[in-house]
């Protein structure tokens, strides 16, 4: 393996109520290995004393820093206002309930002389019992990031779409693009955050190596993972592709314009199925029976989940 360069990262780790489990992915941000490193951690208005937790365990070391937010305003502003706080080359994000395999950040800088950003696989991390579930795509194609496989409600082999990515950022393609997170979205900031530094001209790399531990939603057992706090919101989300097609498609082809309009498509059919199981979750059995009632699709989806248990 070639000499890595001396290339000081950013860590940024958007933070809300993740007292019990925020050491973990600092830790192994902390265990990469970099001497160039800072950790930036941005508390989104937590009521469980995350940041007092985070100044006190890392008082002595001075790479790790923490920005306090008065008000609660999701994870793409924080990430935002980290990013405007970094300080180094590279932006590397890191939710906070997901970890690093060691060495990860030497491994994907391999590529900052070729890249803008740099993208591996996901390894996925059972909470529930601290066991590795392997990777999230069976199938990762080496090479440039594509504006149609970002635009894939799903990939081959997995049920994942790679809008879940996490790469390490050249932090001046940002800034001279002015190319920030869309804060009106508190899921799939990432997803749109990518399309537009493909359609910015930014140069992409993807590599085969599962080095990013994601926290799966759901555990082995079937139990929601108690770290996630994320709920559907497929529709906000649709109208951000909108909102994005509208800007850019003055240079975007109709192949690709197609490609916008079908996962806009798909998201509209998908809300209310995404909003039913998380009724279940919620035990919320009034608002299933009323999207029961409503939607053909979740309809659809019930029948779909009751044949296949049949057939096993």
Same mark, same amino acid.
């Given at each position: 393996? $070639?000499?890595?360069?001396?290339?000081?990262? $950013?860590?940024?780790?958007?933070?809300?109520?993740?007292?019990?489990?925020? *050491?973990?992915?600092?830790?192994?941000?902390?265990?990469?290995?970099?001497?160039?490193?800072?950790?930036?951690?941005?508390?989104?208005?937590?009521?469980?004393?995350?940041?007092?937790?985070?100044?006190?365990?890392?008082?002595? @070391?001075?790479?790790? &820093?923490?920005?306090?937010? !008065?008000? @609660?305003?999701?994870?793409?502003?924080?990430? @935002?206002?980290?990013?405007?706080?970094?300080?180094?080359?590279?932006?590397? /994000?890191?939710?906070?309930?997901?970890?690093?395999?060691?060495?990860?950040? $030497?491994?994907?800088?391999?590529? *900052?002389?070729?890249?803008?950003?740099?993208?591996? @696989?996901?390894?996925? %991390?059972?909470?529930?019992?601290?066991?590795?579930?392997? *990777?999230?795509?069976?199938?990762?194609?080496?090479?440039?990031?594509?504006?149609?496989?970002?635009?894939?409600? !799903? /990939?081959?082999?997995?049920?994942?779409?790679?809008?879940?990515?996490?790469? /390490?950022?050249?932090?001046?393609?940002?800034?001279?693009?002015?190319? !920030?997170?869309?804060?009106?979205? =508190?899921?799939?900031?990432?997803?749109?955050?990518?399309?537009?530094?493909?359609?910015?001209?930014?140069?992409?790399?993807?590599?085969?190596?599962?080095?990013?531990?994601?926290?799966?939603?759901?555990?082995?057992?079937? =139990?929601?993972?108690?770290?996630?706090?994320?709920?559907? &919101?497929?529709?906000?989300?649709?109208?951000?592709?909108?909102?994005?097609?509208?800007?850019? =498609?003055? +240079?975007?082809? +109709?192949?690709?314009?197609?490609?916008?309009?079908?996962?806009?498509? %798909?998201?509209?059919?998908?809300?209310?199925? *995404?909003?039913?199981?998380?009724?279940?979750?919620?035990?919320?059995?009034? &608002?299933?029976?009323?999207?029961?009632?409503?939607?053909?699709?979740?309809? !659809?989806?019930?029948?779909?989940?009751?044949?296949?248990?049949?057939?096993?």
């Amino acid at each position: 393996m $070639s000499r890595v360069p001396s290339i000081r990262v $950013s860590v940024i780790v958007p933070a809300f109520e993740a007292r019990a489990f925020i *050491s973990r992915a600092i830790d192994s941000a902390l265990g990469q290995g970099l001497s160039e490193l800072e950790v930036v951690v941005v508390d989104d208005a937590s009521s469980d004393g995350t940041a007092d937790f985070v100044g006190s365990r890392y008082r002595d @070391n001075p790479r790790v &820093r923490v920005l306090r937010l !008065r008000e @609660n305003g999701g994870p793409a502003r924080a990430r @935002n206002i980290a990013i405007d706080a970094a300080g180094g080359e590279w932006i590397a /994000i890191l939710d906070a309930d997901d970890a690093w395999q060691p060495n990860r950040l $030497s491994r994907l800088l391999l590529h *900052s002389s070729e890249a803008d950003a740099v993208f591996d @696989n996901l390894a996925g %991390y059972d909470a529930e019992t601290g066991v590795m579930t392997g *990777s999230l795509f069976p199938v990762f194609p080496e090479g440039p990031l594509t504006l149609a496989s970002l635009l894939a409600p !799903r /990939i081959s082999d997995s049920q994942f779409d790679f809008g879940y990515l996490q790469p /390490i950022l050249r932090r001046d393609f940002l800034t001279s693009r002015s190319i !920030r997170y869309d804060e009106t979205l =508190r899921t799939s900031e990432d997803l749109l955050l990518y399309l537009i530094l493909i359609l910015e001209g930014a140069r992409t790399r993807m590599v085969d190596e599962a080095m990013y531990l994601y926290t799966m939603p759901v555990s082995a057992s079937k =139990r929601r993972s108690p770290h996630s706090r994320t709920r559907p &919101r497929d529709d906000e989300v649709g109208r951000a592709l909108e909102r994005l097609l509208e800007e850019y =498609r003055h +240079q975007i082809d +109709q192949a690709t314009t197609t490609l916008f309009m079908q996962r806009i498509e %798909y998201l509209r059919q998908i809300a209310p199925v *995404s909003e039913f199981y998380h009724a279940r979750h919620m035990r919320n059995y009034g &608002r299933m029976a009323v999207l029961f009632a409503r939607h053909v699709s979740v309809r !659809r989806e019930i029948v779909a989940k009751a044949v296949a248990r049949l057939s096993r």
